[in-house]
């Protein structure tokens, strides 16, 4: 647990946590003002406290206020702006009475290890001056306690309890956050109750149990890891999902308001029994787990509540890999024409499809769908959809982008990958991917409408001998054709900008290639090992040869460089034992590490060695031309 946690950690983590920790190392000040001063204070830069429980007076002038033994209280006299951090270290009941007073500047560290709570109540206002809580006290915020412009997350809670009563809670700096709460190690849970207040500024809560009873939050919920219960209040800027493989989380709605989406990843929970959540955007519930772990799934069951779309084909729950249980509620539709109900998709096979318990459990409202239609069928895009044929043709139909990868339902994904022998994109379709794999894929098809072919798309398709690729096409993702054995030519129109690292990585029988004339630059390991790759024409578009680019290419015997080549980076053409000559243009400042080593038949090298121009010293190791040769 607690490597998972320090690996979650960010800079702004970080940040908070060193602000804290440097509280303990400061000393108490002997030149703080008097208690009871009625003028504005100012805490010299030099003043610091560290507060035990024998001089809490001496926190209170630091504070700007009195001290009562008896109660226990701190009671402020005067705004006070605080340069250095005050830490308040007590073992019993604690009361900061604010008064009405302003305390800038600086920070707060309450730590209670004896699990002594401490109350901050008054109707003050703290302003640019961060709350810190540590230790396993009870802290509860009751009264009007306002905070503007901060530059730093208002609230950072780690260990025991926290209470918010009532009060304004304002965060105006961008990219930070109201709260942010965590806890160190397994044992040091955080419990967060919102049980009133007004919050204006997002929320961060990480392994944190937190119970939302009261109080309007108008911004963003953000989770990593614990359990949120919303119980009551309101929430208008909707819950996200910032989660990793590592992480979990349950969301528990059983009343309350949530006025935007909630976005779920990962394979993360919601369990709804009562309460409202609306949204105009394109899901209400949205849970996405595309690339996961094909054990991993995410669980929703609505059991009571109304989800409300707002939005004029919209739909109440989007999901992928995602149990879906219907067993009470509403699910609504608000505008003339609505959508399904329930958009389903299952990219791992041992997610089940949405279970509906009782026929009459749940009621849909404004939708275009009945019980029997609550998800798309054989549907691997928002508006995409394929059909496998007795012959093993696989047609890709419709309009707009594929997924990433293809959900094919109950049958069985290898036995399928083997079915798969043609593969047929029509026009309409504008991105493809998720054929990795297929073992028996012999042929592509692409249309003119589309743009890009993804990340992976066909990896490992040691059979694809050939892909008819047409104008329109933009771009190329990274490893898209790699380990693809018995593709032999490649077209690439002129259409394309773009071709990602190791795209035609190891196809081993590649003889030709058409690069694209507007092709913004080639990348690492785009050739690597392409064994029977005879020649190539690069463009003059490129001012570069990367990093391993046509590393190991044996039967290369041809190569011709870009008229404005600058840079051939190390080990671009390393081991291409049958080039003999090679035409370096004037345009080329640096010739890197090993970039033709062992090019055995390299005799000629036509080139104007320049006085900034830099070869290093084993550019053309083990070649007959660097035999007579001295490079620097």
């Given amino acids: 647990m607690y490597r998972r946690f320090q690996d979650m950690l960010n800079k702004k983590i970080m940040k908070s946590a060193l602000i804290a920790f440097s509280c303990l190392m400061f000393a108490v000040p002997t030149n703080t003002y008097a208690a009871g001063s009625t003028t504005n204070q100012t805490v010299p830069k030099s003043a610091t406290t560290q507060t035990s429980n024998n001089n809490m007076s001496k926190t209170a002038r630091a504070l700007g206020g009195i001290y009562n033994a008896k109660t226990n209280t701190i009671t402020l006299k005067s705004n006070t702006k605080l340069s250095k951090d005050v830490k308040i270290n007590n073992n019993k009941s604690l009361t900061l009475n604010m008064n009405g007073k302003k305390i800038t500047g600086g920070s707060i560290t309450i730590s209670n290890t004896s699990k002594a709570p401490v109350v901050i109540k008054g109707r003050g206002k703290i302003i640019n001056c961060q709350i810190f809580k540590w230790g396993s006290g009870k802290l509860t915020l009751d009264g009007d306690i306002t905070y503007k412009h901060s530059s730093e997350d208002i609230l950072l809670l780690r260990e025991g309890t926290t209470v918010i009563r009532n009060g304004n809670f304002y965060c105006t700096a961008k990219n930070k956050d109201i709260l942010w709460s965590d806890y160190l190690y397994e044992y040091d849970q955080t419990y967060l109750y919102i049980k009133g207040g007004n919050f204006h500024g997002d929320i961060y809560l990480s392994n944190c149990a937190t119970y939302i009873k009261k109080g309007t939050l108008d911004g963003k919920i953000y989770l990593y890891c614990g359990g949120l219960y919303i119980q009551g209040g309101t929430i208008q800027k909707g819950i996200y999902d910032t989660s990793d493989d590592d992480s979990s989380f349950k969301i528990d709605i059983s009343g309350g308001k949530i006025l935007d989406q909630i976005v779920l990843h990962n394979g993360n929970e919601l369990i709804m029994s009562g309460g409202i959540i609306q949204s105009d955007q394109d899901a209400v519930i949205q849970s996405d787990m595309p690339e996961g772990d094909e054990y991993s799934h995410g669980d929703i069951r609505i059991q009571g509540g109304t989800i409300i779309s707002a939005k004029e084909n919209g739909y109440g729950i989007k999901a992928v890999n995602t149990e879906i249980e219907l067993s009470g509620g509403t699910i609504k539709n608000t505008t003339a024409k609505g959508n399904t109900a329930v958009y389903s998709v299952r990219y791992n096979n041992n997610v089940k499809d949405i279970n509906v318990k009782k026929n009459d459990a749940v009621s849909f409202i404004g939708f275009q769908s009945d019980l029997n239609n609550l998800y798309k069928a054989n549907y691997c895009g928002e508006n995409v959809q394929y059909h496998l044929d007795d012959n093993g043709t696989l047609t890709i139909s419709g309009t707009g982008d594929m997924f990433t990868s293809i959900d094919f339902g109950s049958m069985d994904h290898e036995k399928l990958?083997?079915?798969?022998?043609?593969?047929?994109?029509?026009?309409?379709?504008?991105?493809?991917?998720?054929?990795?794999?297929?073992?028996?894929?012999?042929?592509?098809?692409?249309?003119?409408?589309?743009?890009?072919?993804?990340?992976?798309?066909?990896?490992?398709?040691?059979?694809?001998?050939?892909?008819?690729?047409?104008?329109?096409?933009?771009?190329?993702?990274?490893?898209?054709?790699?380990?693809?054995?018995?593709?032999?030519?490649?077209?690439?129109?002129?259409?394309?900008?773009?071709?990602?690292?190791?795209?035609?990585?190891?196809?081993?029988?590649?003889?030709?290639?058409?690069?694209?004339?507007?092709?913004?630059?080639?990348?690492?390991?785009?050739?690597?090992?392409?064994?029977?790759?005879?020649?190539?024409?690069?463009?003059?578009?490129?001012?570069?040869?990367?990093?391993?680019?046509?590393?190991?290419?044996?039967?290369?015997?041809?190569?011709?460089?870009?008229?404005?080549?600058?840079?051939?980076?190390?080990?671009?053409?390393?081991?291409?034992?049958?080039?003999?000559?090679?035409?370096?243009?004037?345009?080329?400042?640096?010739?890197?590490?090993?970039?033709?080593?062992?090019?055995?038949?390299?005799e000629t090298v036509n080139m104007t060695i320049s006085e900034d121009m830099v070869i290093h010293k084993s550019a053309f190791k083990d070649t007959p031309y660097a035999q007579n040769k001295d490079t620097k």
């Fill in 417 to 602: 990958e083997k079915k798969i022998k043609i593969v047929m994109i029509e026009e309409g379709v504008t991105a493809v991917g998720g054929f990795e794999f297929c073992s028996h894929l012999k042929s592509v098809s692409l249309p003119s409408s589309l743009k890009t072919i993804y990340h992976l798309a066909f990896y490992h398709c040691t059979a694809l001998e050939s892909v008819t690729m047409k104008s329109g096409l933009e771009k190329i993702g990274s490893i898209a054709f790699m380990d693809d054995h018995q593709l032999k030519e490649i077209n690439i129109p002129d259409t394309v900008t773009t071709i990602g690292e190791q795209a035609f990585d190891s196809c081993y029988k590649l003889e030709k290639v058409h690069l694209s004339n507007n092709l913004n630059e080639l990348t690492d390991f785009m050739f690597h090992h392409c064994y029977n790759l005879k020649s190539v024409e690069i463009p003059d578009t490129i001012t570069e040869i990367p990093y391993g680019a046509f590393y190991g290419c044996t039967k290369l015997a041809s190569v011709k460089l870009p008229a404005n080549l600058k840079k051939i980076d190390a080990t671009a053409f390393i081991s291409c034992v049958n080039l003999t000559e090679i035409e370096i243009p004037s345009t080329v400042k640096e010739i890197g590490r090993s970039a033709f080593k062992n090019c055995r038949k390299l």
